[in-house]
């Protein structure tokens, strides 16, 4: 059964991890491109395309080739809802990239479309599907750490804004370093812990750095007139069960405890994180212990094989899910409630109030 896809938004994620990932399995092909600037997906097509590939400038005249089964969504936060519900309507399943939607609001009507439709729908968390995150998410769904009741979602960069596109820009993407990397680190968290139930969430963020010119950046220097969104955001996060999870992302930070998309974990049996690799720590005859786990193998001689990468094993996934019609391993309703966990520590930051939800 061949799959044939649809690429809305020809940017850097597109050509980064979609395009390259996907082009490499043997049941799709690529046949539109679609962005505004015309270009951006003539280069799509010529690289990653079929020679019958079409190109388009509206998303909507995309939509309504009947031939496409799967529309993979990476444009600006402030557009994945109304493109993602208009593909699920078009009868496409449909790949979001994270994060969700800009807001709660638009993330419920997505994950409301996809049941009205009948369609799929997944959001581009690929963090999951590292080596570590998969080893870790296998400990945790079968017992070892035991109840999970204390937890840490890191992403934290020293200086490493991103200064191209939009990303600097408030009204398209709905904040900074919490929504574009907090989301990721939040995503994995919330999947080790099994545990989508909020209850209270207090936030705060910062526009300190921003507001300074700065040659010092993994991107090159910000202007700190476009600089519109926070460059550091924190989150704590209690859970209905009583669970504590704190959030920590920013773009520049006067730190050098510095990691993205990982997590800590503590629980009844034992803890785990994920600095300097794995590690997995507990008591044990009474004594402490902590291993550190080796993913790589130690090396085989004369062997030059590597494991899938997290991008290439979520495109893989998200594939055989429609051609086999099973769930995704992302599943709407998880990253809805990152999405409302998200907006609630925005809110809680503008209000200087904690936000109670239902």
């Not at 966990?341 to 239902?358: P, R």
Request: hydrophobic share 40%; with cysteine; net charge negative.
């Amino acid at each position: 059964m061949g799959i044939n896809v649809g690429i809305i938004g020809c940017g850097g994620i597109a050509f980064g991890k979609h395009m390259p990932s996907l082009k490499k399995l043997p049941d799709v092909r690529l046949v539109a491109f679609c962005d505004i600037d015309r270009e951006k997906a003539e280069r799509a097509a010529k690289e990653f395309g079929e020679s019958s590939s079409k190109t388009y400038t509206d998303y909507q005249e995309l939509l309504k080739d009947k031939s496409i089964d799967v529309v993979h969504v990476c444009t600006p936060n402030n557009t994945h809802a109304e493109i993602t519900i208009a593909a699920l309507e078009s009868g496409k399943h449909v790949m979001c990239e994270k994060p969700m939607a800009k807001t709660y609001a638009e993330a419920k009507a997505m994950v409301e479309a996809a049941k009205r439709t009948g369609k799929k729908l997944t959001i581009g968390y690929q963090n999951r599907f590292r080596q570590d995150s998969q080893y870790l998410h296998k400990l945790c769904r079968e017992g070892i750490l035991g109840d999970i009741y204390f937890a840490k979602g890191l992403a934290i960069r020293r200086r490493a804004v991103p200064t191209w596109g939009v990303f600097l820009d408030e009204e398209k993407q709905g904040g900074g370093p919490l929504i574009d990397i907090g989301t990721h680190a939040l995503d994995l968290t919330l999947w080790m812990m099994g545990n989508y139930e909020p209850k209270i969430v207090l936030g705060t963020t910062y526009h300190k750095l921003g507001k300074k010119a700065n040659a010092a950046n993994a991107w090159g220097p910000w202007d700190p007139e476009k600089f519109t969104v926070e460059d550091s955001a924190f989150g704590f996060i209690v859970m209905k069960n009583g669970a504590t999870i704190i959030l920590e992302s920013s773009w520049a930070l006067n730190t050098l405890e510095v990691d993205e998309a990982k997590c800590l974990l503590s629980g009844t049996e034992g803890g785990a994180d994920m600095k300097d690799g794995l590690r997995i720590n507990g008591e044990r005859f009474g004594e402490l212990y902590t291993t550190r786990v080796d993913l790589d193998g130690g090396g085989v001689d004369f062997y030059e094989g590597k494991a899938e990468s997290a991008a290439d094993l979520e495109a893989r996934l998200w594939i055989e899910s429609i051609i086999h019609d099973t769930e995704p391993v992302v599943k709407p309703e998880e990253a809805l409630v990152v999405t409302r966990i998200l907006e609630a520590i925005y809110q809680s930051a503008k209000t200087g109030q904690a936000v109670y939800l239902d």
